[in-house]
């Protein structure tokens, strides 16, 4: 074997490698993704009751403030 | 965010009780507990005042400060709650309010100090909103139903008002500004008289 044979074997091992390491990326991206949602969840949650359970101006009270000018 | 406070206008309040009924009944509080009560000061005397109470929702609330197991916490809105799961009954609070909000039952033996209760705004707790557990411990939470608390919402002369500080402060500046202070409000003189125009008397000879 010559070395231009061990050059062009050394190479194609490059491409293996770099395409592997570019499909694991991509395979690895949405778990990712999916990890961030999952991080995400919890802070959802935790302003669930503010957002759905707090103060707000409503019908009912904007007619209490309105009686309570009199 | 709106903060939310309460503010008793004290030239109104003609001490009927309402609001502390409607919030015993609204929130089913236990015999002995009054999360509000009417004060009135200089009973019976011309000029008296009457004044609707309960926690104040302070913004440096000194109940926070002092208790040890840090239990209080207060929302967004600026409401001071506390969890009862965390309460151990200390009654460090109740020497630190200078309103004597927080109660505590006294239904069992020997004296036993239950958890503290007070005022929510009808907030509730920490639970799920509108859940049993919140309600059997807090109360009801009208705020999550989009309303203000039961007992400035009941007031017939809307002398307690409860809900957004910024929206109550432009009303009550509204009032004195319309109505004036002291003797130059409407009704004083009918009701205790006027050094300069002394309430009219009754004539004489007139049945007895």
Request: charged fraction near 25%.
């Amino acid at each position: 074997m010559t070395d231009k044979d061990n050059l062009n074997t050394n190479l194609k091992r490059r491409h293996f490698l770099l395409t592997a390491g570019v499909g694991g990326v991509g395979a690895a991206a949405p778990v990712v993704a999916v990890r961030s949602t999952g991080d995400a969840a919890p802070a959802t949650d935790a302003t669930a009751k503010n957002e759905t359970g707090g103060y707000r101006m409503t019908e009912h009270i904007a007619n209490y403030y309105r009686t309570a000018r009199v | 965010m709106a903060r939310m406070k309460f503010i008793c206008d004290a030239e109104r309040c003609i001490e009927c009780n309402g609001c502390v009924t409607a919030c015993k009944n609204e929130h089913e509080v236990p015999w002995g507990v009054n999360r509000r009560r009417v004060v009135t000061i200089n009973d019976g005397v011309p000029g008296e005042r009457s004044m609707s109470v309960a926690c104040m929702h302070c913004s440096d609330a000194p109940c926070m400060a002092v208790c040890p197991v840090d239990c209080f916490y207060r929302t967004d809105e600026g409401v001071v709650l506390h969890d009862k799961d965390l309460c151990i009954g200390c009654g460090y609070c109740f020497y630190a309010c200078p309103f004597g909000a927080p109660q505590f039952p006294q239904a069992g033996a020997f004296g036993l100090r239950g958890k503290m209760d007070k005022c929510t705004f009808c907030a509730g707790g920490p639970e799920k909103n509108a859940s049993e557990d919140e309600f059997r411990k807090y109360g009801r939470n009208r705020l999550a139903e989009g309303k203000l608390p039961l007992c400035a919402e009941v007031c017939s002369t809307k002398a307690l008002l409860g809900g957004d500080a910024d929206v109550l402060a432009d009303i009550y500046r509204q009032r004195v500004t319309t109505r004036g202070k002291g003797a130059d409000i409407w009704g004083w003189s009918t009701a205790y008289g006027k050094p300069d125009a002394p309430a009219q008397q009754p004539e004489a000879g007139g049945k007895s």
